[in-house]
């Protein structure tokens, strides 16, 4: 019965008391953060108040100090990365991190690759052709045949999110600031891509960005994370109007 | 598999064509062949550690003298057959390089390197100072596989381990595996964080290249006849490195054009003694700065530019360039 009470609350995703320190800092500080299945949820903050960490603990890159993360009622907090993917979780960097020397489509087959690996195998054809309708949908099929390293900052940032869909099952993509430096263009491609994805296959969105106006078209709720605790929770025009978030963003 | 059956044929015809090699060469170049071919199967497994999954290890060296104090020992003391003393060679690398991957998993680049060199150095030693067992730098005598040291025989042999090798790894690159391993290399953590069961296929790359060096090295000491520390030296390392280097890190045909020119180009230049691995660190240090793709990678860029200006060429090259 341990998995069944956040598995009953209906939360894709729920973190409890979920702390992590480096030496004296207190990074991420008794964290409760809940996402309801098929959200598109911002995570914003001033710089330094825990949204990457949260990150990179919710992928499993960092390993919690304390508390707990459940992914539809199981608890994912002591798994390695690639386990946590298996699960349905994938994540983009706020500095792309591609494979370089693979060429754009090799980067996107990369998790249908490694599917196989966890006993998941697809047909070739299947995975082949949905890297293409992703490659696509991110406006990047005609460079497929490109080595990574060559694509220019937005171009990587798009191949993430592209590679990104690629896990399968997918139920919740982790974006840690997805729009910063790139191109209108591409920040509007990327956020026709969220809604998307969002409205045909349900994928929950957990997006960390400090683009306010961008977040405020996609996000129908925020959640304000300051010193590495949770400060508020809500709509936009409830947070505006929150005195401690006011606070945190402008001092005293 | 209708891609690795064209593949064996491939390898067999590679076989024929230079199956007639020893007839039109004297026994010494015979030998200076056989030593290449050798050092072909070091190079390859390397690159697929080094040059495929950015493991750099120092000890890939020690891994052919495992093979070939195993079998040799084997033989030796429990009087079993030269194949089974080989196999036997093969599996201990496999478990030493998957622990040795264990322990050097969380390690990155030059930790990596100085663990690797570290153990490398202990076995060295280890093989010198037992020498109730090994014979120490007194050498020990490894029956010779076809009872003769003439090389001729081995040359059949060592031809056709290497066309199995460019095989085993060429397969290895083009599998899923190969995209982990080059994943891996490329961003460690993205890799793992796509679903990459990083720690695995790091200790799966380091088992199989200790396999690659611990059946060329058995064979080679059946072939050479006396088994010292010597060739487990850093030099011997320093030598595969230089091989891959030379060649082109990260190409496919890098070891095998490294391996070659490199051990005929030493043979050449055997009256020049030490002074050959400073010509041959200056030769690293000019590819590593101006051609990072080695003389594949130089060869490459001569062909396009040969092609730029003969149409004809061009057509002849193209398909090459059609890969994904």
């Known amino acids: 019965m341990t998995s069944a009470p956040g598995a009953a609350d209906g939360w894709l995703l729920e973190t409890r008391g979920l702390t992590k320190q480096f030496g004296g800092l207190v990074a991420v500080d008794g964290l409760p953060l809940t996402l309801r299945a098929g959200e598109v949820r911002g995570l914003i903050g001033p710089n330094g108040s825990g949204k990457t960490t949260t ?74 052709d949905r890297a293409r309708r992703l490659l696509a949908l991110l406006t990047l099929d005609e460079k497929r045949h490109d080595v990574a390293k060559e694509l220019s900052g937005g171009q990587s940032m798009l191949l993430q999110i592209a590679r990104g869909l690629m896990v399968s099952p997918i139920h919740l993509f982790l974006m840690d600031e997805p729009f910063a430096g790139v191109h209108p263009s591409i920040k509007d491609t990327i956020m026709e891509t969220i809604l998307q994805m969002n409205r045909a296959e349900g994928v929950t969105f957990l997006i960390v960005s400090h683009e306010m106006a961008t977040l405020r078209r996609l996000c129908p709720s925020v959640s304000v994370m300051h010193e590495g605790q949770l400060i508020a929770e809500g709509s936009f025009e409830e947070i505006a109007n929150h005195a401690v978030v006011v606070e945190a963003y402008l001092g005293r | 598999m209708p891609r690795f059956v064209r593949r064996v044929g491939w390898c067999l015809l590679a076989y024929a064509a230079f199956a007639w090699l020893p007839w039109a060469a004297s026994e010494y170049h015979t030998h200076v062949l056989v030593t290449s071919l050798y050092y072909v199967v070091l190079a390859i497994g390397w690159n697929l550690l080094a040059g495929y999954t950015g493991q750099f290890s120092l000890a890939h060296h020690t891994f052919a003298g495992v093979g070939a104090y195993t079998s040799a020992l084997l033989v030796l003391y429990a009087g079993a057959p030269i194949l089974v003393g080989i196999v036997a060679g ?35 030693l280890l093989v010198t100072v037992e020498y109730q067992i090994t014979r120490g730098d007194l050498g020990l005598a490894a029956p010779f596989l076809f009872s ?58 380091f088992a199989v290249s200790a396999v690659f060096a611990a059946v060329a090295g058995g064979f ?37 054009v490294g391996a070659v020119f490199i051990e ?40 396009r530019r040969l092609a730029a200006r003969i149409p004809a060429l061009a057509a002849a090259l193209a398909p090459s360039q059609l890969r994904d």
């Open chain 1, 55 to 128: 990150v990179n603990l919710l992928s499993g890159l960092y390993r919690a100090d304390a508390g707990e993360i459940r992914l539809r009622g199981e608890r994912i907090d002591r798994l390695p990365p690639h386990l946590i993917t298996a699960r349905g979780v994938a994540r983009t960097f706020q500095i792309p991190k591609l494979f370089g020397n693979m060429t754009v489509l090799e980067n996107a087959m990369v998790p249908a690759l490694a599917a196989i690996d966890l006993g998941r195998p697809r047909p070739r054809a299947d995975i082949l």
């Open chain 2, 90 to 124: 093969a599996l201990v690398a496999a478990a030493i390089g998957y622990g040795l991957g264990t322990l050097c998993l969380r390690m990155r680049a030059i930790y990596l390197a100085l663990a690797t060199w570290a153990f490398a150095e202990s076995l060295r």
């Open chain 2, 148 to 205: 003769t040291p003439r090389p001729t025989p081995y040359y059949f042999l060592f031809l056709g381990l290497a066309l199995a090798a460019v095989l085993a790894a060429r397969q290895i690159v083009d599998s899923r595996v190969g995209s982990y391993m080059r994943a891996i290399r490329d961003d460690e953590e993205a890799a793992a964080v796509m679903g990459v069961d990083t720690f695995k296929w790091k200790r799966f790359v």
């Open chain 2, 220 to 256: 080679q000491g059946h072939y050479v006849g006396l088994l010292s520390p010597t060739p487990m030296k850093f030099n011997e390392m320093a030598i595969i490195v230089v091989m891959v280097i030379v060649g082109g890190l990260r190409t496919f045909p890098g070891p095998i």
């Open chain 2, 264 to 303: 005929v180009l030493s043979e050449a230049l055997r009256a020049w003694g030490e002074v050959r691995m400073v010509l041959f660190a200056l030769l690293v240090i000019l590819i590593a700065r101006g051609y990072p793709g080695g003389l594949v990678g130089i060869s490459g860029a001569l062909g």
